[in-house]
């Protein structure tokens, strides 16, 4: 009996029964009038967690890098990140479209950017030059398998920076992961970043929304970003009752997806058709095929099971919270069968 298998993202996940209980109890406002009392609550809560004095709740994690890429910077500015970055992939050009910004592109292992690597990337002050502005950092970072800086990593880039005069932005679309792949807590990053973002919609299990944290300066900055933006939403609180249900609930359960996507690795590993896979340390499991990847993706597709191609011949399969251990086992039956070969 063939099963459904959605492995594509996290971002594919449902709420559950007792989220959605959650998100109809919440009670609400106009968060463009005035404010949205739930979804108030649910930036305060995730400012306080992280140490920062404000946050802003916007629909989507791209948005919120995208904000905090135009707060943090001027037209003709650059912004440096890792070359396998979110914002460079995936972000639809909005550094050079949204922030008028140039982008300078590094190298690291397995998506991880070194701080001796940075002052030999600053740019001269000079009129000739762009200014080097921001550095923009992703835990975990997705197109290298969802791996994860620490908090040490991640604090002493952050402390390179600032001494070469950038501001530093985090990208934590999947940072409880990391957390949890590190045995870390927020406060291990007190203090480090300028600013951070947070997406409740991955292995966090939320339907919609994202969090964009930093001063209270910045924050202002960027309520006035997203309101041009046209990310002010009403009664956004039905929104971010299932964000405070998720940072209650469904943090420690992640471990259950990183062990479940150590198993595909395995089934993977052990397969005839597969020439290479990733080890993950999370929860996205980035292989290749002897073949060609979409005419494996398609093969995959028959049997049930849904991937994505990331580029460059890699396909990716992601364990979130609607994947079961017979989902799992399921795929570990069909790796092995021959009409794969």
């Known amino acids: 009996m063939i099963r459904k298998v959605d492995l594509r993202s996290d971002t594919v996940t449902r709420p559950t029964p007792a989220m959605l209980q959650a998100m109809m109890k919440a009670e609400v406002g106009d968060d463009v009038i005035d404010k949205d009392p739930t979804t108030q609550k649910l930036e305060e809560m995730a400012a306080s967690i992280w140490g920062f004095e404000a946050a802003i709740f916007c629909p989507s994690g791209t948005m919120c890098n995208q904000i905090a890429i135009m707060a ?7 912004v440096i990140c890792h070359r396998l970055s979110h914002i460079y992939w995936y972000e ?3 550094i050079a479209a949204n922030a008028h910004c ?6 690291g292992e397995h998506g991880i950017i070194s701080p001796e690597s940075l002052a030999h990337n600053i740019n001269s002050i000079d009129d000739h030059h762009a200014r080097s502005a ?3 950092l992703e835990n975990t970072v997705n197109k290298a398998g969802g791996t994860c800086y620490t908090a040490a990593q991640i604090r002493a880039l952050a402390d390179e920076g600032h001494r070469l005069g950038l501001k530093v ?3 934590g679309a999947r940072i409880y992961n990391a957390l949890i792949h590190n045995n870390e807590q927020p406060a291990d990053y007190h203090r480090s970043v300028d600013s951070m973002s947070i997406c409740l919609s991955k292995g966090l299990g939320c339907p919609v929304g994202s969090l964009l ?3 209270v300066d910045f924050i202002t900055r960027a309520k006035r970003i997203r309101k041009r933006l046209g990310g ?3 009664q956004s609180g039905f929104l971010a009752a299932a964000g405070i249900f998720a940072l209650e609930n469904h943090i420690h359960r ?4 990183h062990e479940r996507a150590r198993k595909l690795a395995d089934g993977l590993k052990a397969s005839s058709w597969v020439s290479e896979v990733v080890p993950p340390q999370t929860n996205i499991v980035l292989f290749k095929s002897k073949k060609n990847p979409f005419e494996m993706a398609e093969k995959l597709e028959k049997h049930g099971i849904r991937l994505i191609y990331m580029g460059q011949g890699w396909l990716r399969l992601v364990t979130h919270l609607d994947i079961t251990d017979d989902d799992i086992k399921y795929c570990l039956e069909v790796f092995s069968t021959h009409d794969l070969d």
């Open 102 to 107: 140039s982008i300078r592109l590094l190298d």
């Open 72 to 78: 943090h910077t001027q037209p003709g500015d650059e």
């Open 213 to 215: 944290l930093g001063s």
């Open 134 to 136: 921001l550095l923009s």
């Open 254 to 257: 992640l471990a259950e997806d």
């Open 169 to 171: 932005h985090l990208d």
């Open 232 to 234: 002010g939403m009403r």
């Open 92 to 94: 639809g050009g909005g």
